[in-house]
C-alpha cells in the first residue's frame, strides 16, 4: 500500500508589504506637485539605488529643507523614504500617528531606553526591509563652501548591526531653493538640483570587529570619502583633502552658527 503520509508543504516566503501605500501615495500626492514647480530632480546613476531589501542611505546635509529634497528623489527611484525620530514625538496626538502609519522609526534619546536605542533601530531596519535615510554629519555642515564635514558614527554602527549596505549619496542646487539657515524658500525661478547615487561603501573589512572608536572612526570616514567624492563630481571641484571639525574652528556641534 502506498504511504499515506503527505508530502511536507515548501514554506512559501514571506509575502513582501507594499511600500508605497495609500498614506505614501497621499503624502506624494500633497507634495511632489508643489516640488515640481519649485525645482526639476535630475538623478545620476539612480540604478545603484537598491530597488528593494533594507540599507541606509547617506547624503550630505547643508539646508533644512534636505530631508524633503532627498526623500523626492528616493520616491523617485521607486523606493519609500523613511528617517529616525525621536519616539517623544510618537506620542503626539495624529503626528504620532502619521510617523507610526508611514513606518518612520522611533529612537529613544533619553531615559532607560537610551543605550539600546541604535540596536533596536536597526533591527527594525533588517525586519521591515526598510530604506533609511541618515545624515552621517548629524546637522547641517559648518563648511564655509557648504562641503561635508567630519561625520558622526550612527549611520555606520547601524550599518554594523544590522548588517546592511551604505549607500553614499549627494545632492547640489538645493541651496538655491533654501539657503543653509535660512527661514524662506525660493520658488521662482524653476531650479536644478542634482542627486548622484555612489556605490555601496565596502565596510566587510570591518563586519567583525568591536565596534569601538577606532572601527566606527575609520568606517565613518569612508562614508564621508565617499559623499564628498560625489559632491565634488556634482560640482566639477575636487573636495578639500581634510574635512572640515567644528571643534577646531571654535563651533558647537549642533544648532545654528
Not at 530631508?67 to 525621536?86: D, E
Not at 524653476?190 to 565596510?203: M, Q
Not at 560625489?230 to 575636487?238: A, M
Request: proline content about 9%; glycine content about 8%.
Amino acid at each position: 500500500m502506498p504511504d499515506a503520509t503527505p508530502a511536507p508543504v515548501a514554506e512559501r516566503p514571506a509575502r513582501r508589504r507594499r511600500e508605497k501605500t495609500l498614506l505614501w501615495h497621499l503624502i506624494a500626492a500633497l507634495c511632489i506637485p508643489i516640488l515640481t514647480v519649485m525645482a526639476r530632480f535630475p538623478v545620476i546613476d539612480g540604478e545603484k539605488l537598491p530597488k528593494q531589501g533594507a540599507f541606509i542611505l547617506a547624503p550630505n546635509h547643508y539646508s533644512e529643507i534636505d530631508p524633503v529634497i532627498m526623500g523626492r528623489f528616493m520616491w523617485k527611484l521607486g523606493r519609500v523614504p523613511r528617517f529616525l525620530a525621536k519616539a517623544s514625538v510618537f506620542r503626539v496626538p495624529v503626528l504620532g500617528a502619521v510617523l507610526r502609519w508611514s513606518g518612520q522609526i522611533p529612537v529613544e534619546r533619553e531615559g532607560r531606553g537610551r543605550s539600546d536605542a541604535p540596536l533596536k533601530a536597526a533591527q527594525q531596519l533588517v525586519d521591515r526591509e526598510l530604506a533609511v535615510i541618515i545624515y552621517p554629519e548629524g546637522s547641517l555642515t559648518r563648511d564655509p563652501d557648504l562641503w561635508p564635514m567630519r561625520g558622526k558614527f550612527g549611520a555606520v554602527r547601524m550599518a554594523l548591526q544590522a548588517g546592511v549596505p551604505v549607500i553614499p549619496a549627494a545632492h547640489w542646487g538645493t541651496q538655491h531653493v533654501m539657503a543653509r539657515y535660512s527661514k524662506k524658500i525660493s520658488f521662482f525661478p524653476r531650479k536644478t538640483i542634482y542627486c548622484k547615487i555612489g556605490d555601496p561603501v565596502d565596510l566587510s573589512d570591518l563586519a567583525d570587529k568591536p565596534l569601538d572608536q577606532a572601527t566606527l572612526t575609520e568606517g565613518t570616514e569612508r562614508v564621508m570619502a565617499a559623499i564628498a567624492a560625489l559632491l565634488g563630481d556634482l560640482r566639477g571641484e575636487t573636495p578639500p583633502a581634510e574635512r572640515w571639525d567644528p571643534t577646531k574652528n571654535n563651533q558647537s556641534e549642533t544648532g545654528r552658527f
